[in-house]
């Protein structure tokens, strides 16, 4: 009994782990998109406005890079 628990738990802990992944790499997607679309603007907006958020967009995509390499490196050791 105290097995099946233990395994359960790991179970939900990978599920877990592989929600946030999911979510993260969905997180980058989102991001790439809305910095494509800027960039295509940015023939007719306010250049500078645009390169402020696109630096921002980097800036979170490459954390959220960093939190799915650590998510899968835990995955890797448990």
Do not use: C, P, W, Y
């Amino acid at each position: 009994m105290e097995d099946k628990d233990e395994l359960i738990k790991a179970q939900n802990e990978v599920i877990g782990i592989l929600f946030e992944v999911i979510k993260k790499l969905q997180e980058n997607i989102d991001l790439q998109e809305e910095g494509v679309q800027l960039i295509i603007k940015s023939k007719d907006d306010n250049l500078e406005e645009n390169k402020v958020r696109l630096d921002k967009i980097t800036k979170e995509r490459n954390s959220n890079s960093d939190i799915i390499s650590r998510l899968l490196k835990k995955l890797e050791s448990d």
